[in-house]
């Protein structure tokens, strides 16, 4: 079964600290993305990584992405509140690859 | 550019009915897919397409059917309601190129409830 894992599933920090969510997958995959959705919200696209070792860099978010190790993370550099949401990585597996799989995503706080 | 537009944005149904979820997008996009998002557990495929004519099934199509005879429009049918299809749903569109999205483009979803 494919799966994608997104860890941690909830993260709750200070503003002006720096996290990293890390979202692993088990299947082979060149394609990853990046999508925000705020609450109530639709989803909005971030990053697109589409080799191995693609580094993509937005503001204060930094996405990369191992195919080896078939593992992305979205870096967070010095947090604001505005960056409160949650987080989603997807997969597109070689074999398929207009098939997403998602990761059940992070919901990120950031506190004043 | 209207992007992508779902109507209605809210729906109640009975066990049984069925009704369809319009979307089309204004993008000229090939590619065009049906997610549904429950509590906990990301977004699950539905069914997508990759133009005009051309659809196929994705991770949970039981109970939906979908066409696409034109390039702009992608509805969703829900042939008999059922309780478990209690779900938001997403439809989101991209460029083929690259599969499916350099990035998708989501409408705004259609949140529906099945008594």
């Known amino acids: 079964e494919l799966k994608v894992e997104q860890n941690p599933l909830f993260l709750s920090m200070q503003e002006g600290k720096n996290y990293t969510i890390y979202c692993n997958y088990s299947?082979?995959?060149?394609?990853l993305y990046w999508y925000r959705q705020d609450p109530g919200k639709s989803l909005e696209s971030l990053f697109v990584?589409?080799?191995n070792g693609a580094v993509k860099q937005e503001g204060r978010l930094m996405a990369s992405l191992d195919t080896k190790a078939r593992l992305s993370t979205l870096h967070i550099t010095a947090a604001v509140h505005d960056l409160s949401a949650t987080y989603f990585c997807?997969?597109?597996?070689?074999?398929?690859?207009?098939?997403?799989?998602w990761g059940a995503g992070t919901k990120l706080i950031i506190k004043p | 550019n209207a992007g992508v537009t779902q109507t209605p944005k809210f729906q109640v149904l009975k066990t049984g009915q069925s009704m369809t979820l319009q979307c089309a997008q204004d993008?000229?996009?090939?590619?065009m897919s049906w997610y549904r998002q429950d509590p906990g557990m990301g977004l699950r495929l539905i069914h997508y397409s990759v133009g005009a004519g051309i659809t196929d099934q994705g991770e949970v199509p039981n109970g939906y059917n979908v066409s696409r005879s034109t390039t702009e429009d992608f509805p969703l049918r829900l042939l008999s309601a059922a309780p478990s299809q209690t779900s938001v749903y997403f439809c989101a569109s991209s460029p083929l190129a690259g599969g499916p999205g350099i990035g998708q483009f989501f409408g705004p979803g259609t949140r529906l409830t099945v008594l």
């Open positions: 993008m000229n996009h090939e590619y």
């Open positions: 990584l589409l080799s």
């Open positions: 299947t082979t995959s060149d394609r």
């Open positions: 997807a997969v597109a597996p070689m074999d398929s690859n207009y098939q997403l799989i």
